[in-house]
């Protein structure tokens, strides 16, 4: 872990989505130095599923050495912006780094993406970072410190990273392109840079998205942290750049990224949008007995099945179906293979006792997914990785994300037996 030096001690940090998560994490790390921190998120009572609100996170940044002030702001609201803003500064007396860490996400494609959706994510993630770094570039240009940072990816055009998640990819992309604006525009007066994982950061938003057990391939928000907390550190001049989380800690002399891990000596699951994803998604979909295909898109071929191995492997899953298991996911979920013995197949976890079978499911399915008939097998028995698959392009997925994600909480408890 990165040491604190007191270099922030007295710095006021304007903070959006701070009441939880990354957000949180990089607060707690600057109220260590004795910095005033601005919480301004949604949240001012308790979520049902995400822990935290906005006087939560106050009284742990007091906690932890700061000073806090948590204002109520959805970053798609001007007005709650500006009225925050002029808190900090009557409160606080000025503004010296700005964190846009507010973001919405949707990995849906474009036919099931809806507009509601869309909007959202525009709203939130592009248009919320320009209107936030608006109100507070006036109080930055003043500042010593003068940093802004966005919580978003480098500017990669691989179409790997647009075909999944159009939408998502787009709203997120907006917040880079305008590090790669302002940072120009402000050169000199404010260093306006954006930060990313190398890897899956474990949040109780990622418990959400990605289901049971995902937080074993996930580091802890506190490597995001240490990483801003690198980057405010840096003169004005280091400015319009795209820093990877591990790269810039790397740089500060950090050797050992296990006490960053959930669980350490647990292969990683890579993030989104770096230039060495496809490499690395290959590798590791390889390490689990996939074929690598990321270049061409056509589909190719699938290797001939076990005769029989699709229905054998639904006939294990039906065994170990239960009322528990059926609780626990409601969701129907409807399988396109292509090859050997392919074709329509489902998997009814909503119905009671659970239900398997060829063909449409009775009821319109939650989740349809496309592979072929060999990587749905490696897949179910725990040789594939259904997020490896899906993000090399093994597996293509329609309708809701979350419950296709949870699907492989049941796959766990069918490595055994497969």
Not at 287 to 297: F, R, T
Not at 298 to 325: H, M, N
Request: proline share 5%; aromatic share 8%.
């Amino acid at each position: 872990m990165l040491p604190n030096t007191g270099k922030l001690a007295g710095c006021t940090i304007f903070i959006t989505g701070a009441s939880r998560g990354i957000g949180k994490a990089i607060a707690l790390k600057a109220a260590k130095d004795g910095a005033n921190i601005v919480i301004a998120a949604k949240t001012a009572q308790a979520h049902p599923k995400l822990p935290g609100t906005i006087y939560t996170a106050a009284e742990e940044i007091k906690a932890a050495g700061g000073k806090a002030l948590p204002c109520i702001v959805d970053v798609r609201d001007e007005e709650q912006i500006s009225n925050a803003v002029e808190k900090a500064v009557e409160k606080f007396g000025g503004i010296d780094i700005l964190v846009n860490n507010a973001s919405a996400i949707s990995l849906t494609n474009t036919l099931d993406t809806p507009t509601k959706k869309v909007d959202l994510m525009m709203n939130v993630n592009t248009r919320g970072t320009y209107l936030t770094s608006k109100a507070c570039i006036p109080y930055l240009k003043k500042s010593k410190i003068a940093h802004i940072l966005n919580l978003s990816p480098p500017l990669n055009l691989n179409p790997l990273w647009f075909k999944q998640h159009c939408a998502y990819t787009i709203a997120k992309y907006g917040m880079s392109m305008c590090v790669l604006g302002m940072a120009e525009e402000f050169k000199g007066e404010i260093a306006v840079n954006a930060l990313w994982p190398k890897t899956a950061i474990h949040t109780a938003a990622m418990d959400m998205l990605g289901g049971y057990g995902i937080e074993s391939q996930c580091r802890k928000v506190d490597i995001i942290a240490d990483a801003a907390y690198c980057i405010f550190k840096k003169p004005k001049s280091f400015t319009g750049n795209f820093i990877i989380d591990e790269n810039i800690l790397k740089e500060e002399g950090i050797k050992n990224f296990d006490v960053y891990a959930i669980t350490p000596g647990h292969p990683l699951l890579p993030d989104f949008f770096l230039d060495e994803q496809p490499a690395t998604v290959t590798k590791k979909a390889d390490s689990y007995g996939a074929v690598p295909e990321l270049k061409e898109e056509k589909t190719q071929p699938p290797p001939q099945p076990r005769s029989g191995a699709v229905a054998e492997t639904f006939r294990i899953v039906k065994d170990s179906l239960s009322d528990d298991i059926v609780k626990a996911t409601q969701a129907i979920y409807q399988f396109q293979l292509s090859g050997e013995d392919g074709g329509t197949w489902f998997l009814d976890l909503k119905s009671k006792g659970g239900n398997v079978g060829y063909g449409e499911p009775s009821d319109q399915a939650d989740v349809v997914m496309s592979m072929s008939t060999d990587d749905f097998v490696k897949m179910f028995s725990g040789k594939l990785k259904p997020t490896m698959a899906f993000m090399s392009g093994k597996l293509k997925i329609k309708g809701n994300m979350a419950l296709a994600i949870k699907l492989e909480k049941l796959m766990n408890q069918m490595n055994s037996k497969l």
